[in-house]
């Protein structure tokens, strides 16, 4: 019977040495991967220049709300340019 007991714990410690053995093959021996990340260039675009004698024929309320747009329009792009390059780092 005591044969039995030691034949018993041989195969338990077996199988938990096993089962370490597999875990460590798991976890252990794997190696963090390096994150590539995008090179991203957003070029500026760009923009027709416009003359003054096309703006001219604008009334004072309508070329206010024209700059009020394109700077909108340009911080908008800045806040988006921002995003992606902190994404990007």
Do not use: F, K
């Not at 030691?6 to 096993?18: H, K, R």
């Not at 703006?55 to 309508?62: F, I, M, N, T």
């Amino acid at each position: 019977m005591n044969s039995w007991r030691i034949l018993e714990s041989v195969w338990t410690l077996t199988i938990v040495a096993v089962i370490v053995l597999i875990m460590y093959a798991m976890t252990g021996c794997a190696a963090p991967g390096s994150c590539v990340r995008p090179v991203i260039d957003l070029p500026a675009p760009i923009l027709p220049l416009v003359q003054d004698e096309d703006l001219a024929c604008l009334r004072d309320p309508v070329y206010q709300s024209l700059a009020l747009r394109d700077h909108a329009l340009q911080s908008a792009l800045r806040e988006c340019r921002a995003v992606v390059e902190e994404l990007t780092e």
